[in-house]
């Protein structure tokens, strides 16, 4: 088509008001981080970690969980398309986890007064984070064209192992401030404005997430196109 | 404002992290971009060399 | 998957090679156990000589030499199936794939019951821990434990089967995963040596079957996914 003009799918409009929504999500987030939320009693300001630190530590649950179901499906039905959404997955999870671990020492040591403690929470992460990107590593030397259904596979067991290793860590040792989100008997023991401030920076988190994962995906699916043509290629000048 | 150095560096490193990795995929996706539009082309002369060459045999 | 006469029979004819050939070689039997009598003697080397330290890592030690263990093992079997490019094969000859699965990971378990039983008079001798009060107990807890090393490591084994860095891919995979497990054996190991009965560790043993029972019925259930061309 010389010239002539890209008949525009009011689809592909969506992707830049995506990117939009997300950019006004994160500032709404961090306004109401600094400015509208509280400063907290006891902890003072480190206490402003907490939102963006649980929102990465759920976000990385929330993408380890796309890892388990879509290598399910992988698994299932062989379409590359739920292969390249567990890669993908895999990779943003290692990324918030690595953000979990860098500022959770980073709260704990004017809290704790140390910048690590074996506790259930911080020791699972840090499990976690050993398994996924052992998944990566999996997923980049493979040579093997099943490499997919192998890496699928620790999709699948590593999810299952979370709450073998949770329950194993509680029975090992037990630091960590009792989860203040919500509380047994469905209080929530955060005040409105923290919870509210909590939400939007979860929110704000999610629709990142969901952001980046399409962007993975793209570079995941040209990764595949480049190999076809490849082979194409070889094909055409020594076939 | 006691310990607003930890309270500073972690949403540094947040963002940092965050921005670092949207810059990864930007440039891996163009970098994606420029290899499949050489092949393609490459292709395209192959197909076209393979063609003449039939042409130039008959 | 469905255990008839035939998946037994199956499951069974390769165990029995596999036996056979490692009764003529010995060569991961002698491998495993080696390795494990290393881990706990230069362990002895690093805690250095307070008995009541001593005794506290015991445990943990002994775990962590059948945890190596396990990876040398499998390494050593898989390294054998890539030489002779034997498990296409068998895999072409089985029509349950799981079979072949049930027979590695069987294999492997008495590898590590034996390796184990022959370590125990060793690390009873070297840690100065007297284990006869409760031995059966530790027995339990072993087999129980073995279990779980095997499926999973069996398991993983296979998948890093045709990886070109399979030696480092093993452990990297199999360590992580298996944390549940080892935590849960070696404390309730350490709570025996410490003169507790099986019954004060009923926490741990039921996580440890929990931690078996899952991987055993995951890997049966997908093994057929993965290995199909």
């Given at each position: 088509?010389?010239?002539?003009?890209?008949?525009?799918?009011?689809?592909?409009?969506?992707?830049?008001?995506?990117?939009?929504?997300?950019?006004?999500?994160?500032?709404?987030?961090?306004?109401?981080?600094?400015?509208?939320?509280?400063?907290?009693?006891a902890?003072?300001?480190?206490?402003?970690?907490?939102?963006f630190?649980?929102?990465?530590?759920?976000?990385?649950?929330?993408?380890?969980?796309?890892?388990f179901?879509?290598?399910?499906?992988?698994?299932?039905?062989?379409?590359?398309?739920?292969?390249?959404?567990?890669m993908?997955?895999?990779?943003?999870?290692?990324?918030?986890?690595?953000?979990?671990?860098?500022?959770?020492?980073?709260?704990?040591?004017?809290?704790?007064?140390?910048?690590?403690t074996?506790?259930?929470?911080?020791?699972?992460?840090?499990?976690?984070?050993?398994?996924?990107?052992?998944?990566?590593?999996?997923?980049?030397?493979?040579?093997?064209?099943?490499?997919?259904?192998?890496?699928?596979?620790?999709g699948?067991?590593?999810?299952?192992?979370?709450?073998?290793?949770r329950?194993?860590?509680?029975?090992?040792?037990?630091?960590?401030?009792?989860?203040?989100?919500?509380?047994?008997?469905?209080?929530?023991?955060?005040p409105?404005?923290?919870?509210l401030?909590?939400?939007?920076?979860?929110?704000?988190?999610?629709?990142?997430?969901?952001?980046?994962?399409?962007?993975?995906?793209?570079?995941?699916?040209?990764?595949?196109?480049?190999?076809?043509?490849?082979?194409?290629?070889?094909?055409?000048?020594?076939? | 404002?006691?310990n607003?150095?930890?309270?500073?560096?972690?949403?540094?490193?947040?963002?940092?992290?965050?921005?670092?990795?949207?810059?990864?995929?930007?440039?891996?996706?163009?970098?994606?971009?420029?290899?499949?539009?050489?092949?393609?082309?490459?292709?395209d002369?192959?197909?076209?060399?393979?063609?003449?060459?039939?042409?130039?045999?008959v | 998957?469905?255990?008839?006469?035939?998946?037994?029979?199956?499951?069974g004819?390769?165990?029995?090679?596999?036996?056979?050939?490692?009764?003529?070689?010995?060569?991961?039997?002698?491998s495993?156990?080696?390795?494990?009598?290393?881990?706990?003697?230069?362990?002895?080397?690093?805690i250095g000589?307070?008995?009541?330290?001593?005794?506290?890592?015991?445990?943990?030690?002994l775990?962590?030499?059948?945890?190596?263990?396990?990876?040398?093992?499998?390494?050593?079997a898989?390294?054998?199936?890539?030489?002779?490019?034997c498990?296409?094969?068998?895999?072409?000859?089985?029509q349950?794939?799981?079979?072949?699965?049930l027979?590695?990971?069987?294999?492997?378990?008495?590898?590590l019951?034996?390796?184990?039983?022959?370590?125990?008079?060793?690390?009873?001798?070297?840690?100065?821990?007297?284990?006869?009060?409760?031995?059966?107990?530790?027995?339990?807890?072993?087999?129980?434990?073995?279990?779980?090393?095997?499926?999973?490591?069996?398991?993983?084994?296979?998948?890093?089967?045709?990886?070109?860095?399979?030696?480092?891919?093993?452990?990297?995979?199999?360590?992580?995963?298996?944390v549940?497990?080892l935590i849960?054996?070696?404390?309730?190991?350490?709570?025996?040596?410490?003169?507790?009965?099986?019954?004060?560790?009923?926490?741990?043993?039921?996580?440890?079957?929990?931690?078996?029972?899952?991987?055993?019925?995951?890997?049966?259930?997908?093994?057929?996914?993965v290995?199909?061309?």
């Open positions: 088509m010389a010239g002539g003009e890209k008949k525009r799918h009011p689809l592909s409009l969506w992707p830049g008001w995506y990117a939009t929504l997300t950019y006004v999500a994160m500032v709404a987030a961090l306004w109401c981080i600094f400015v509208y939320a509280p400063t907290e009693k902890q003072g300001i480190v206490q402003r970690i907490f939102y630190h649980v929102s990465s530590a759920m976000t990385m649950f929330v993408a380890f969980f796309v890892v179901v879509a290598s399910i499906i992988y698994l299932w039905k062989h379409a590359d398309w739920w292969d390249q959404t567990a993908s997955a895999a990779e943003l999870g290692v990324l918030f986890c690595t953000l979990v671990l860098i500022t959770g020492p980073i709260w704990g040591r004017p809290i704790w007064g140390v910048w690590w074996w506790d259930p929470t911080l020791t699972l992460t840090l499990v976690l984070w050993l398994i996924y990107v052992a998944y990566l590593m999996l997923r980049a030397d493979a040579t093997d064209p099943r490499r997919a259904r192998f890496a699928a596979v620790l699948i067991v590593g999810f299952i192992d979370v709450p073998l290793i329950w194993s860590i509680e029975k090992w040792r037990n630091l960590h401030p009792e989860p203040v989100v919500v509380q047994s008997g469905g209080t929530t023991g955060l409105p404005a923290m919870m401030t909590f939400l939007v920076s979860l929110a704000a988190f999610l629709l990142l997430f969901v952001f980046l994962l399409r962007q993975r995906m793209a570079v995941a699916r040209r990764r595949h196109e480049l190999e076809v043509l490849r082979h194409k290629v070889d094909e055409a000048l020594f076939g | 404002m006691k607003f150095w930890y309270l500073f560096s972690a949403y540094t490193i947040i963002w940092t992290a965050l921005w670092a990795y949207v810059v990864y995929l930007s440039q891996a996706n163009r970098a994606l971009k420029q290899d499949i539009e050489a092949l393609r082309a490459q292709l002369n192959a197909i076209a060399a393979n063609d003449a060459s039939k042409k130039g045999s | 998957m469905s255990v008839n006469g035939a998946f037994v029979r199956q499951a004819a390769i165990l029995a090679k596999d036996l056979k050939t490692e009764w003529r070689a010995r060569e991961i039997f002698t495993m156990f080696v390795f494990t009598v290393l881990v706990v003697v230069v362990f002895q080397f690093t000589s307070n008995p009541a330290l001593i005794r506290e890592v015991a445990a943990g030690v775990w962590v030499a059948l945890l190596f263990a396990t990876v040398i093992g499998l390494q050593r898989v390294q054998m199936e890539g030489e002779e490019d498990l296409q094969g068998v895999l072409l000859a089985v349950d794939r799981s079979a072949l699965f027979a590695k990971a069987l294999a492997n378990m008495i590898y019951l034996v390796v184990s039983g022959c370590i125990l008079p060793l690390f009873a001798l070297w840690f100065r821990v007297d284990l006869t009060a409760s031995l059966p107990a530790l027995g339990v807890i072993l087999a129980l434990g073995i279990v779980g090393l095997s499926v999973l490591g069996t398991l993983f084994s296979l998948i890093v089967l045709n990886i070109r860095m399979r030696e480092v891919m093993l452990p990297l995979l199999f360590l992580p995963v298996s549940p497990l849960a054996s070696v404390y309730a190991t350490g709570d025996l040596i410490d003169g507790k009965t099986l019954a004060d560790l009923r926490d741990y043993v039921i996580l440890i079957t929990v931690f078996d029972v899952v991987f055993l019925v995951l890997a049966v259930l997908i093994f057929d996914y290995v199909e061309e």
